[in-house]
């Protein structure tokens, strides 16, 4: 029987995403129907369309927000101008031709989040990585900032490729709440580090940022009573688990539905994270073969912190097995949780992660954060 491809089937994977990550379902309703409405007769069709929708989107929420903020109504210029990042974070999740549209797409998604944190309280306060080859941007969250007590836990929030600082503030913001400081780096190929900085995402890079990052935020005055930890999404959940195991001042580890992607069945991964234009630009264009030798020593060590580990029965690009390696050989404190849902958005294709705890981290995002608030009385 032949495959029938929908539109709508097509995007799923991108759709999913953006619920999860807190765009709100008429938003995202209306962009898709007025997508469908269009006759494309091509991918870049589809892409004109779909950027073409997002950023009318946006520019109605940022005219709404500027207003709203001109008039000291900051609360509501605030959630506006989230309203017109999320428009421009949906713009962000496909990869348009040319890496100077992706950029530019980046680039406005970022002001807009950086204007919607800059109107509520906690402040964000920026923080810069330098590495060898480059620096590293990242926002600090403080649940109390320039007051006392200060922090006793601080989580690094580790992203991975095709992810950003930006992304990430779903996870920072219940930690925040619960009294735990939070710091959200673009790693090495992500976000204002590969657009601005031009730093590739190679393995001496990720090695050098995981103690860099601690180097750094140690010497802060706010974080000085401060309990470091590791804490990952996906390929980030990947840096957290390596970076406990390279740098022993990582006191705890998080990772949520952990990926290496040397450690992927043959197949499962999309072509963009292995070959292509945006592969090129991410890594510096280094030979997939040399890449995938390189990355394979993200894999190695055993945590001795205690870890948190939370991954998808159904995950097919980390099958389960394959992450329970992890978890079975760390040799500290340790506990599991193990998501049983199945996913209800994707479709089991092999190239669409089915992301069991991705679709779970409405409630999955505040038992990791208990967690993590818990290592204050360890």
């Known amino acids: 029987m032949a495959t029938t491809w929908t539109i709508r089937g ?5 759709l999913s995403r953006l619920l999860i990550y807190g765009v709100h379902p008429i938003d995202v309703e209306n962009a898709m129907c007025a997508v469908e409405s269009k006759n494309h007769l091509n991918a870049k069709s589809l892409e004109h369309s779909w950027l ?18 001109q008039d000291g ?26 890496e100077g549209e992706k950029k530019r797409i980046y680039l406005r998604y970022a002001d807009f989040h950086r204007r919607s944190e800059a109107c509520r309280p906690p402040s964000v306060t920026p923080v810069e990585i330098p590495l060898k080859d480059g620096v590293l941007p990242g926002y600090l969250y403080l649940p109390t900032p320039g007051q006392s007590p200060p922090p006793r836990v601080c989580a690094v929030i580790f992203s991975g490729l095709g992810s950003c600082k930006e992304e990430m503030h779903m996870l920072a913001h219940p930690l925040v709440e619960r009294g735990v400081a939070a710091f959200v780096p673009d ?15 190679r393995f001496h890079n990720l090695e050098a940022a995981f103690p860099r990052i601690l180097d ?24 957290a688990h390596r970076a406990a195991c390279a740098d022993r001042r990582y006191g705890f580890c998080v990772t949520l539905f952990m990926l290496y992607i040397t450690l992927t069945p043959e197949g499962v991964t999309p ?39 939370i991954h998808g029965q159904h995950d097919n690009w980390m099958p389960l097995d394959a992450a329970m390696a992890f978890y079975d050989r760390a040799q500290g404190h340790k506990e599991k949780l193990i998501i049983e849902n199945a996913p209800v958005f994707s479709n089991q294709q092999a190239v669409t992660h089915t992301m069991p705890v991705g679709e ?19």
């Open 52 to 69: 073409a929708e997002w950023e009318q989107r946006a520019a109605h929420y940022a005219g709404l927000a500027e207003r709203a903020e």
């Open 360 to 378: 779970q981290l409405h409630w999955v995002k505040h038992l990791a954060a208990d967690w993590i608030a818990s290592q204050a009385n360890r």
């Open 187 to 201: 790693m090495p190929g992500s976000g204002e580090a590969l657009f601005v900085h031009d730093v590739k995402c």
């Open 216 to 239: 750094t935020l140690s010497a802060r005055p706010e974080l000085q009573q401060a309990t470091f930890g590791s804490y990952g999404l996906c390929m980030g959940g990947g840096y």
């Open 73 to 98: 109504n900051l609360l509501s210029a605030g959630k506006l101008f989230t309203l017109a990042a999320q428009c421009y974070y949906a713009a962000f999740l496909i990869n348009p031709t040319g």
């Open 10 to 14: 097509l995007l799923n994977p991108v």
């Open 271 to 309: 072509q963009w994270m292995r070959q292509g234009a945006w592969y090129d630009f991410q890594t510096g264009g280094v030979p997939s073969d040399q890449f995938s030798q390189e990355m394979r020593g993200l894999a190695k060590g055993a945590l001795e912190c205690p870890y948190f580990f």
